[in-house]
């Protein structure tokens, strides 16, 4: 069978030794295989490069696969503040993010990520660039939390927007569905973004906030 267009252009580039690493360090610990696809995590590294953000909020790292794709388009002084459930991915997207060179970038946060939001609201903390990566229930929500914390012109970009198929199968009505169609309709149409929607892959979403 033909190569689908995804698998093309993902093998015109080179092997990536630390997102290599990554995905190895994820088999081993007998994580899901569920990192940001390849050439999305190439899109997040050139998007925080061309919009020059010096901040990022994550939500959801894994094994640190999208934290490496977003920390390197910072710039040196740059900020990575990654949320986190789970106490040992957190460690192994740790581990991964040092092995990178990345290490200092990121500043982990375990535990729900309503909650460690709600604690960034009250440091005050603000950024320049989302990455909703984690529960799709929350998706909704995580969108309307990172309007609050974002500096003007900041951008949103959010992976899974087709569960698979799940998302335009009318027949698929669970919570998680219902909510990504939700997010997907809100990045679409609320005033107070500039959105698109890429369909390769698993779908991401992208806004940005637009200034009033
Ligand atoms: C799709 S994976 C993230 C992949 C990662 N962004 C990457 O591309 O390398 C989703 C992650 O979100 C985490 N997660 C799920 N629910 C969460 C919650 N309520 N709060 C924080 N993290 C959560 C999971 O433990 C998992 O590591």
Request: proline share 4%; glycine share 8%; aromatic share 8%.
């Given at each position: 069978?033909?190569?689908?267009?995804?698998?093309?252009?993902?093998?015109?580039?080179?092997?990536?030794?630390?997102?290599?690493?990554?995905?190895?360090?994820?088999?081993?610990?007998?994580?899901?295989?569920?990192?940001?696809?390849?050439?999305?995590?190439?899109?997040?590294?050139?998007?925080?490069s061309?919009?020059?953000?010096?901040?990022?909020?994550?939500?959801?790292?894994?094994?640190?696969?999208?934290?490496?794709?977003?920390a390197?388009?910072?710039?040196?002084?740059?900020?990575?503040?990654?949320?986190?459930?789970?106490?040992?991915?957190?460690d192994?997207?740790?581990?991964?993010?040092?092995?990178?060179?990345?290490?200092?970038?990121?500043?982990?946060?375990?535990?729900?990520?309503?909650?460690?939001?709600?604690?960034?609201?009250?440091?005050?903390?603000?950024?320049?660039?989302?990455?909703?990566?984690?529960?799709?229930?929350?998706?909704?929500?995580?969108?309307?939390?990172?309007?609050?914390l974002?500096?003007?012109?900041?951008?949103?970009?959010?992976?899974?927007?087709?569960?698979?198929?799940?998302?335009?199968?009318?027949?698929?009505?669970?919570?998680?569905?219902?909510?990504?169609?939700?997010?997907?309709?809100?990045?679409a149409?609320?005033?107070?973004?500039?959105?698109?929607?890429?369909?390769?892959?698993?779908?991401?979403?992208?806004?940005?906030?637009?200034t009033?």
């Amino acid at each position: 069978m033909a190569q689908s267009p995804d698998q093309y252009f993902d093998e015109l580039y080179k092997a990536d030794t630390d997102l290599e690493r990554v995905n190895a360090s994820i088999q081993a610990a007998g994580m899901p295989d569920i990192s940001v696809a390849p050439g999305y995590g190439r899109l997040l590294t050139f998007l925080v490069s061309l919009s020059k953000a010096r901040s990022i909020l994550e939500i959801g790292a894994l094994g640190g696969y999208s934290g490496i794709c977003l920390a390197r388009g910072l710039p040196t002084e740059g900020k990575l503040v990654s949320l986190e459930l789970r106490q040992e991915y957190a460690d192994i997207a740790k581990a991964n993010m040092a092995s990178s060179g990345l290490g200092h970038f990121v500043d982990y946060r375990v535990g729900d990520a309503s909650a460690s939001i709600a604690r960034l609201r009250e440091e005050g903390a603000r950024f320049d660039f989302f990455f909703i990566d984690a529960d799709k229930e929350n998706y909704p929500h995580y969108l309307e939390e990172c309007i609050l914390l974002a500096n003007e012109g900041a951008i949103i970009a959010a992976d899974n927007t087709l569960l698979r198929g799940k998302t335009i199968d009318e027949a698929r009505q669970g919570p998680s569905v219902l909510a990504i169609r939700h997010f997907n309709r809100t990045i679409a149409q609320d005033p107070r973004l500039t959105g698109v929607h890429l369909p390769a892959y698993d779908g991401l979403a992208l806004a940005q906030i637009r200034t009033i």
